[in-house]
């Protein structure tokens, strides 16, 4: 499975952006999909994710009521829209996905990992 994401910029301190990630390959989609993200010198931070059908949608505290993650599983592929975003919000952004049923913020539980997308907001 290969995970492709997109959608990374410079955005002023406010405004909104949205992340895409698109999964190809493999005889299916990946179960789970979601975010992990990280800052210069800091570790690999979980964002958002959620399961296939969507009963299952978790945010990261530091994002909790600003982002919000959804699927298109037609077209195999996980949204973040991004609101509110703060400086601190700058990382690379990875897309993240696995075919177990659940949701983790351990990036260790992830088999597969998108190339990363830079996210940068200037106050």
């Known amino acids: 499975v290969q995970l492709q994401a997109s959608g990374g910029g410079l955005v002023q301190a406010g405004n909104s952006l949205r992340l895409s990630c698109a999964a190809s390959?493999?005889?299916?989609?990946?179960?789970?999909m979601g975010w992990f993200r990280q800052a210069p010198e800091k570790e690999r931070e979980f964002v958002a994710g959620?399961?296939?059908?969507?009963?299952?949608?978790d945010h990261g505290e530091p994002v909790q009521g600003r982002f919000n993650i959804y699927r298109d599983n037609a077209k195999n592929t996980v949204y973040l829209q991004m609101n509110s975003l703060k400086p601190d919000d700058t990382a690379v952004y990875f897309c993240?996905?696995?075919?177990?049923?659940?949701?983790?913020?351990?990036?260790?539980?992830?088999?597969?990992w998108g190339q990363g997308t830079l996210v940068t907001v200037s106050s």
């Open positions: 993240v996905g696995d075919r177990s049923m659940r949701v983790s913020h351990n990036p260790d539980h992830y088999a597969y």
């Open positions: 390959g493999g005889t299916s989609s990946p179960n789970v």
């Open positions: 959620l399961n296939w059908s969507g009963d299952i949608i």
